[in-house]
């Protein structure tokens, strides 16, 4: 059985019942003193689907601004927002989550107990799906290493004692509409259990994908491979490898530098690769006295005529054009 506040107004003792579960020292506190009324209004509902794996859904809209805070134990934490927003504070790192936002999900391995904040907004809406997994359930699933690794720790030794690791990511449309559609009402059915398991699985599966899955390495900065990225393209270095080259560089597969790719830029990377070699061989054409064919070089292309085709449709002129103007 889950809790599940059967009143559409949520009460301290509703929102304390629920967070009991995984928190130690949970506090609210709000602008109005003192509170004369509920402070969320909606629904919250919380199921352990599996030992040690807990789904909790939130369909709320805060009436009074209200703030909470409360001590994490260790573990796996994955939140999606994918209505409204969410501003929250974990361990001294801010994020914000939502519909309008960026991104609508993040993940967080913990291997210390952590302060969370959640700073809410009078009138604000939040329609989100926290995922907590326990220790005990990443060992059991995962196995030591792999767990072990989701904390940027080595398998013959015990995690070392650092902040969490943070990253943002992206769910699938298929993914929010399975949490949009959830049932989240009191009655409980075998097949509603089932379908409850089944999402909590599914978003797990997607967020270890996102950070790259914990058996393979991954830098703990969210951003640190795009920062590398950037300097073997502005190097020029990039422009020697193939994009296999280029993963195995920044340690990862293709498969998962192309998917990290367009869910931090919303772009292909072949396409961007493409954009900055030309870029690259517009400067050197307006810059350098180079030929034709060593920009096309530089830019990725055996054929002159075929750079000529694809600089005139970036650029809106040819590559002879673009370094006369660069003599004047």
Known sequence: MGVFNNSPLVGLGDIRSLASVLTLDHRCSTTMKPLGQAPLLGHMYQHEVQPGLFLRINRIRDRVGLHSEAMLSPGLKVAVVWKGEARISLADRSLVLGQSRRFKAMIAAMDQPAVFQRKGIKGGVEYSVVLTATPAWLLRRLGHSSALRLFDASADQQPPVQPPRIEYWQPSRN??????????????????????????????????????????????????????????????????????????????????????????????????????????????????????????????????????????????????????????
């Open 175 to 328: 993914l929010v509409h399975r949490l949009e559609s959830l049932d989240i009402s009191s009655t409980t059915t075998s097949l509603r259990l089932l379908d409850l398991e089944a999402v909590a699985l599914n978003l797990i599966s997607e967020s270890l994908d996102a950070i790259d899955s914990p058996a393979i390495h991954c830098s703990s900065h969210p951003h640190d491979w795009t920062q590398r990225l950037e300097g073997l393209i502005n190097s020029g270095e990039a422009g020697q490898l193939s994009q296999s080259q280029l993963a195995q560089r920044l340690g990862m597969s293709l498969r998962q530098l192309q998917r990290r790719y367009h869910r931090e830029f919303g772009a292909p990377l072949g396409e961007h690769l493409r954009q900055r070699r030309l870029q690259r061989a517009h400067d050197a054409l307006a810059h350098e006295p180079i030929s034709i064919e060593s920009a096309a070089a530089i830019a990725g292309y055996n054929s002159a005529a075929n750079f000529a085709t694809a600089f005139r449709k970036v650029y809106g002129m040819t590559p002879s054009a673009c370094r006369k103007q660069g003599k004047v």
